[in-house]
């Protein structure tokens, strides 16, 4: 009886060591990227912000972004990618602007923003 009391009473030391260990261990073996640099990325390089657009008027609106025209149907969205600093200026004039005048500019803080206008 003193054997299996003794045995039983190592297995559960034995268990304890182990369960106090295994938080310890799972840390330093971490399978998630957190901690981990991305080298896919080259340092000082910005990744592309995305935005949306949305025509609250009633008629088609047309940015301009690089070069590119974009139209923009009433009550409709479009998303656009670009570095931060990109300037995107009025096609045709609206409510509150006229053509070629700058409607705004990518920031960083923009990232999944929406930006509407009429």
Do not use: C, W
């Amino acid at each position: 009886m003193l054997r299996t009391t003794r045995m039983l009473a190592h297995s559960l030391a034995l268990f304890l060591v182990i369960g106090a260990m295994a938080p310890a261990a799972a840390n330093a073996l971490s399978l998630s990227k957190e901690g981990h640099p991305d080298t896919s990325a080259v340092p000082g390089q910005v990744s592309n912000i995305s935005v949306q657009i949305y025509n609250r008027g009633q008629t088609p609106q047309e940015i301009k972004m690089g070069g590119q025209t974009y139209t923009v149907q009433p009550h409709q969205t479009i998303t656009l990618k670009a570095a931060p600093g990109t300037d995107v200026y009025a096609d045709t004039p609206g409510n509150g602007y006229q053509k070629g005048e700058l409607l705004f500019k990518f920031a960083i803080s923009m990232n999944g923003a929406t930006v509407k206008f009429n």
